[in-house]
């Protein structure tokens, strides 16, 4: 249960690998442009 445990987290991280221990995030953050309200001078 260590680093070279491919079922743990930490064994994951260092094989870069994904599964049930380690889930790829969901949440993809995309850039979404606010609309900015333009102030006359």
């Known amino acids: 249960m260590g680093k070279g445990d491919?079922?743990?987290?930490?064994g994951k991280i260092i094989?870069?690998?994904?599964?049930?221990s380690r889930l790829r995030s969901d949440n993809?953050?995309?850039y979404t442009p606010e609309a900015k309200e333009q102030t006359e001078s």
């Not at 491919?6 to 930490?10: A, G, P």
């Not at 094989?15 to 049930?20: D, V």
């Open 28 to 30: 993809k953050k995309t």
């Open 15 to 20: 094989k870069g690998s994904y599964g049930n």
């Open 6 to 10: 491919r079922r743990t987290r930490k």
